[in-house]
């Protein structure tokens, strides 16, 4: 079932509107994207796409990816009124990094996209660089009971914070009269995600400081005037390899208290090399956030591709989350066209206990059973009955080593080996696996996640689409993401030490 794009005809039958009163604060700058692109702008964001269009070489079939040109990390991410928001970074003009804007889709279900147009564009700030959206349901700043508020960065000669609102739903933004809402001189200083504290009755801000490997935490009572509150900072010298981008404070349940989780993306410094998410667990007090005495760095997913992932706001008791299933080492080189990268699949984020401490799991939200078909058995070194997408689910006897190999017709594979002993699961990403050549940074022979898991078995789902490879334990306590371009659907799989191996179809969301 495919999510009805009535946002899109609304869009389309407004105009592009700008008042302005000089001087004061009833500048109203409404933002919708223009009839006729401007001038050396390329904006095809609305132009309709027949659906062959999303049958390229290496276009996915169950991840979201733009029709056509460049994306990056995932924005604004909000559910209101039974929608789901994606924002993202985007090029409108073509299929490399620059020109950044807010590209948007919207869904029911965070399974099938619909792309609406380009929500916001580069103004006299800067380019529109990461950030948030929260529902300011008591109205707080003035705009409006329900307003959706999104927070972003200006992006020119220095780092800024800004701030646009909606009261239709996402589908126009008005620009606030009052930015940047924390202006700054600083090089490093982006990509604000906000909450509301219930107890100290007020907003909280987190803020990247990049290089200086820092999260600011800023407090406001009306969204528009912020205070710094407080600074963390990592001794560990393991965790200050790559600058700090794209923060999430989350309050969660840990064996029934209360525990607070910071995400950190990283780049360089990843666990396979390049971008990764790496998090904290401590406590947060309205103003300072601590981090208990854990081995760090932690990481969120072990393999290259999951990255500047942050959670949807507004979903009550479910932590949900979607990254960025590129690396800064190589995603401009992706052989694709004419879009470049996609998200992972949304996940569900818990707490669980491992070797008595907490873990941060996640694994793919249930909504992924709304385009599932029925589980069927496998039968190694035949062709599974698969079409676009599958997900295969194996238990893995942890008592001795095992592998498992998924390979097409054309011999192209991706292998991976448990070692028991260690209790790892490696995967091998060279050659063999499909197109590596088009950057020397992308074979990777050894990409190692650790199961962190007790027991004699372990059970494995593996998500696999035409271009990507997403691992999961049974129960979170393991991920791995990695991107493949191998010239067709890998519709075969051989194992040995691997048990009850069943596969199910995964419908095409186009």
């Known amino acids: 079932m495919k999510f009805l794009n009535i946002m899109t005809a609304a869009m389309l039958s407004l105009p592009l509107l700008t008042l302005t009163a000089c001087g004061d604060d009833s500048k109203v700058e409404y933002i919708t994207a223009p009839e006729t692109p401007s001038e050396g702008e390329d904006d095809n964001s609305q132009e309709p796409v027949a659906s062959s269009d999303y049958d390229e070489l290496y276009r996915p079939q169950i991840h979201f990816t733009p029709k056509r040109n460049w994306m990056n990390d995932p924005n604004g991410m909000v559910y209101n009124d039974g929608i789901y928001h994606l924002f993202f970074q985007h090029n409108p003009s073509g299929n490399d990094w620059g020109n950044m804007s807010w590209g948007h889709a919207t869904s029911s279900d965070m399974i099938h996209w619909e792309e609406q147009p380009v ?19 008591d109205n707080t700043a003035g705009f409006g009971a329900g307003a959706l508020v999104v927070f972003y960065t200006s992006a020119d000669q220095y780092q800024q914070q800004s701030m646009a609102y909606s009261l239709d739903n996402g589908v126009t933004f008005t620009r606030y009269a009052g930015n940047p809402v924390i202006p700054s001189t600083l090089a490093d200083f982006r990509d604000p995600k906000v909450f509301y504290h219930q107890e100290s009755k007020q907003w909280v801000m987190a803020l990247a400081k990049g290089w200086n490997y820092g999260i600011d935490f800023w407090g406001s009572s ?44 990283v780049n360089p410094g990843g666990p396979a090399g390049g971008s990764g998410t790496m998090y904290f667990v401590g406590d947060f007090d309205g103003t300072n ?33 979607i990254g960025w299933m590129n690396n800064w080492n190589y995603a401009g080189a992706t052989p694709t066209s004419p879009w470049r990268s996609a998200m992972t699949l949304p996940r569900e984020l818990k707490l669980i206990s491992y070797d008595g401490k907490p873990l941060l799991a996640n694994t793919v939200a249930k909504e992924i059973d709304g385009i599932a078909g029925e589980w069927k058995d496998v039968s190694l070194g035949n062709v599974m009955p698969v079409e676009k997408a599958y997900q295969l689910r194996m238990t893995v006897d942890l008592s001795k080593n095992g592998s498992f190999t998924l390979y097409n017709e054309a011999g192209e594979k991706a292998e991976f080996t448990v070692n028991a002993a260690a209790g790892k699961l490696i995967m091998k990403r060279n050659a063999s696996t499909g197109n590596t050549s088009f950057n020397g940074n992308f074979s990777l022979p050894s990409i190692q996640a650790p199961l962190n898991m007790e027991g004699a078995q372990v059970v494995l789902d593996i998500f696999v689409d035409g271009a990507s490879v997403e691992v999961f334990t049974e129960n979170g306590s393991m991920a791995l993401t990695a991107i493949v371009f191998p010239g067709s659907l890998y519709n075969m799989v051989s194992a040995d030490g691997i048990s009850d191996i069943k596969v199910r179809n995964l419908n095409r969301i186009w």
């Open 119 to 137: 929500a916001l564009k580069r103004d006299e700030l800067g380019d529109i660089f990461s950030g948030c959206a929260v529902i300011d349901k």
């Open 222 to 265: 009306d969204l528009k005037s912020w205070k710094k509150l407080s600074e963390f900072t990592s001794p560990i010298d393991r965790c200050n390899k790559g600058q700090w981008e794209c923060p999430d404070l989350l309050r969660m349940n840990f064996e029934g208290k209360e525990k607070w989780v910071l995400i950190v993306s």
């Open 289 to 321: 956030f601590t981090a208990d005495s854990l081995d760090y760095p932690l990481w969120l997913d072990y393999g290259p591709d999951n990255y500047a992932g942050v959670t949807w706001s507004n979903t009550g008791d479910r932590t949900l989350l």
